[in-house]
């Protein structure tokens, strides 16, 4: 059930009625969890299977974890168990097919057989959410979760479920463990969050995706300009249909009393890429740093360690993604230019003397770079893609206009936001008329149907 | 952006009243020519704002005309404007007493949509009503089957009930064209696109016209009808065929005639009087057991507009030389048609009553 459709619309206002309705009895909380549950199966009822099975070995794991003074052993169990789930439905073909063409380069003649599974909407988000507790509570950060109720809606909550933001524990928890003051301010912000997550996604994001799919399709079939275009038309694709679902996961979240994290900060404003990393996809991005970069040693090794970590925590972010090289490859990318950036940020000049426009500049350079391996649909394509950017001759590309002229306003928007002149956007006048704008675009513009995310098949 | 409540009831107000106004608006700014023979253009067909629009001032305007709605037959497939049957009526009748509402591809599933929710203006009219058994033809036609077909005018069909076995929409699609149903606002938008933008959003229509203006396209300027016949005008026996062996399906397992039915109810129950012609089909193309059994169908349809006192009339076959296809007549079979009624009693008294 995507955000932006009319059976989610239905859905969440028959679940909001009972969830307020509910608020002064004990079976709110309850009634959440069906909610969440109603809204996971309704991609697929067996994925139901695996989401209750993730969410019992975990609770359990960390009774015994509690009871049993070998925690470590019930914490690899946990993460093995995870880490198997995401592993067998995400990378088992991606495996079998490397080591099918490592075994031909042998000269063995028999393959492994590549198994055909779907890949579970969300799986990459709630097994990191619900290993997050028992690494949490390994640590000591957390107690444990007693009601088992509480800890399935913690895992399965559905503003978030599918696509993030990826919650702590510690953060989202306490959060259940009574019904929330729902304020009007709440279900204010949480409209506000809604109607610009709606217009990112329908009159944004879908509507570059027209641009950007079919050069990406067929790349030999364009030359620089067009392919080049497509790429920064890509990097503004994905960030409105990521930061649009997660505005709307938020918003829905908030109607409901419920505070979720911040994912993203204006990313494309970033003067470095260690910068970038603290707005883009901010739940995963600490994640990451907590549970793999702190883990593997940090910065407090050395500097040679802290690129080795700073390396590694990037490509697994990578393989993260999905499973193909060219994930892998956008996380090394990322890796080199963070480090480079990080150098470069302590030097006299550049720390100082480099205006800060120009590093944004060199900066969303880098991502949009990164981001051909990102969305090439094969390590081949990317290759090809990033010669005859370099190669081939230019020609006015069929770039329409109107997008131009919403990607424009779009980033003057954002320039204005960090800049001095902010206070101008937060005038309550300009800030009804940009509202009325985007409702009135939302009726009236876009094309019928809805898109699905891009981050739902990771 | 954050707003409060308050903020957000203003926002919701300003919305609304455009909303409410623009459509309403439209109206007045935008030019059509509607001439005597206006039909609406073969490229709006799909325009149900538009179609609203004509007939609510066909019926009820200051030169209240009787309204002939149906499917291309009443719009004229293979004739000029002035060919149709409302016209020849009009000729014949020696003033323009007939308005072709005709809309394309309208299957009787489509025509109940369009009467439903874009001729909710025609009330205390008076409507002469075509029945194309063609759609009675073969499940395929009559939208019984269970295979999934793509067929015209899905926008128009019942979304959620009656269940049309053969449309497979989703449930996010069906609501959002209940929802479109119910909003004038929503049916003006789909107006600008059909319009003005080639039936497509303005999206996918500046990816077509990379370099244009979006809002040049909006001339405020409606197409009219062109004076030619939509398809060549030539007469079926000119295309070598064998006699057809069409199955029929039985007016009691019909999609089409339950929708006919309702659309008759519906009519009656807006004050509007009303008067039906069924077809007449091509029997000339029919194998000896197919028209065994139209003629049985046939039977069934007028013993239910009887027992419904519903006053009819059930024209017999043209000459072979005066059917372009199946059930499109050419000029010469409107006019014989045309003849045909206003020489039945039934139809005399109810033109007096009028």
């Given at each position: 059930m995507l955000f932006h459709t009319w059976p989610f619309l239905v859905f969440f206002l028959v679940v909001w009625v009972v969830y307020f309705g509910l608020r002064k009895t004990p079976f709110w909380l309850h009634w959440l969890l069906v909610a969440s549950y109603v809204f996971y199966g309704w991609w697929n009822p067996l994925y139901l299977i695996l989401i209750v099975y993730s969410t019992l070995l975990d609770y359990f794991v960390v009774i015994f974890m509690e009871r049993s003074s070998r925690k470590l052993v019930w914490l690899v169990i946990s993460m093995a168990n995870?880490?198997?789930?995401?592993?067998?439905?995400?990378?088992?073909?991606?495996i079998t097919d490397n080591a099918n063409l490592i075994l031909s380069q042998f000269g063995v003649v028999y393959s492994l057989p590549a198994p055909d599974v779907l890949l579970p909407v969300g799986i990459s988000f709630y097994t990191f959410q619900s290993m997050s507790y028992t690494i949490d509570f390994y640590r000591g950060q957390i107690e444990r979760e007693r009601s088992l109720v509480r800890f399935a809606a913690f895992v399965s909550l559905f503003p978030q479920l599918v696509a993030g933001p990826i919650e702590r524990a510690s953060a989202l928890l306490p959060q259940l463990k009574k019904f929330p003051q729902i304020t009007t301010g709440d279900v204010a912000d949480g409209l506000s969050l809604f109607v610009v997550g709606l217009f990112k996604k329908v009159a944004l994001a879908d509507y570059l995706s027209r641009v950007v799919d079919p050069v990406y399709a067929n790349p030999a079939q364009h030359d620089a300009?067009?392919?080049l275009l497509a790429t920064f038309a890509f990097a503004w694709q994905i960030y409105f249909d990521f930061s649009g679902y997660t505005d709307m996961a938020r918003g829905v979240a908030r109607a409901m009393g419920i505070r979720l994290m911040l994912n993203f900060n204006h990313p494309y404003l970033a003067t470095s890429l260690g910068d970038f990393w603290s707005r883009w996809h901010i739940s995963l991005s600490t994640w990451f740093r907590d549970y793999?970069?702190?883990?593997?040693?940090?910065?407090?090794r050395g500097t040679f360690l802290m690129y080795r970590n700073l390396f590694l925590t990037m490509v697994i972010s990578g393989l993260w993604h999905g499973a193909a090289w060219t994930f892998i490859i956008w996380g090394a990318i990322h890796a080199i230019a963070t480090m480079v950036t990080r150098r470069a940020e302590r030097s006299e000049f550049y720390g100082r003397s480099v205006p800060i426009f120009v590093k944004r500049v060199l900066v969303f350079t880098v991502v949009c770079f990164a981001w051909i391996f990102f969305r090439a649909e094969s390590l081949q394509d990317a290759l090809l893609i990033v010669s005859r950017i370099a190669t081939t001759g230019w020609s006015t590309p069929d770039f329409p206009i109107f997008a131009l002229v919403l990607v424009g306003v779009i980033w003057c928007y954002q320039f204005l936001y960090e800049s001095r002149l902010r206070g101008l956007l937060e005038i309550p006048s300009v800030q009804m008329a940009l509202a009325v704008g985007m409702l009135l675009y939302l009726l009236i513009v876009p094309g019928g149907g809805g898109g699905e995310f891009i981050y739902f098949q990771f | 952006m954050r707003l409060s409540l308050r903020q957000w009831t203003v926002v919701a107000v300003i919305v609304l009243l455009f909303v409410l106004v623009v459509p309403i608006a439209w109206t007045g700014i935008e030019s059509w020519n509607t001439t005597d023979d206006y039909r609406i253009p073969y490229g709006l067909s799909e325009d149900y704002w538009q179609y609203q629009r004509f007939v609510g001032a066909t019926a009820n305007g200051s030169r209240k005309k009787i309204l002939a709605i149906g499917d291309s037959v009443i719009w004229g497939e293979y004739v000029t404007p002035d060919e149709t049957l409302s016209q020849h009526l009009n000729q014949l009748a020696g003033r323009?007493?007939?308005a072709n509402g005709g809309a394309n591809g309208t299957h009787p599933l489509a025509l109940e949509g369009l009467v439903r929710y874009y001729a909710r203006d025609v009330r205390d009219a008076s409507v002469l009503l075509h029945c194309n058994l063609l759609w009675m033809s073969s499940?395929?036609?009559?939208?019984?089957?269970?295979?999934?077909?793509?067929?015209?005018?899905?926008?128009?069909?019942?979304?959620?009930?009656?269940r049309i076995p053969c449309y497979r929409a989703t449930i996010n699609e069906r609501l959002g064209i209940v929802v479109d149903r119910g909003s004038t606002f929503r049916s003006w938008v789909h107006h600008l696109r059909i319009a003005y933008f080639d039936s497509q959003s303005i999206p996918d229509w500046t990816l077509e016209h990379p370099l244009e203006n979006p809002l040049g396209q909006v001339t405020l300027k409606l197409p009219g009808p062109k004076n030619l016949p939509h398809s060549e005008p030539v007469a079926w026996t000119a295309r070598p065929m064998k006699p057809q062996d069409i199955p029929w399906v039985p007016l009691d397992k019909s999609l089409q005639w339950q929708a006919f039915q309702r659309t008759v109810r519906l009519l009656y129950s807006r004050g509007n009087r009303l008067y039906v012609v069924i077809n007449p089909f091509n029997e000339h193309m029919l194998a000896p057991a197919s028209e065994k059994r139209y003629r049985l169908l046939k039977g069934d349809a007028e013993s239910w507009l009887q027992a419904e006192d519903v006053p009819y009339d059930a024209p017999p076959v043209l000459p072979s030389a005066e059917y372009a296809d199946a059930s499109h007549p050419l000029s010469a079979g409107y006019a014989r048609l045309a003849r045909r009624l206003l020489e039945q009693e039934s139809f005399q008294d109810w033109l007096v009553e009028e």
């Open positions: 995870n880490l198997f789930l995401l592993g067998f439905f995400k990378y088992a073909q991606f300009a067009t392919l793999v970069y702190v883990p593997l040693g940090g910065n407090r | 323009e007493r007939f499940p395929e036609r009559d939208l019984s089957s269970t295979k999934e077909l793509s067929f015209n005018h899905p926008r128009l069909v019942p979304q959620l009930y009656p």
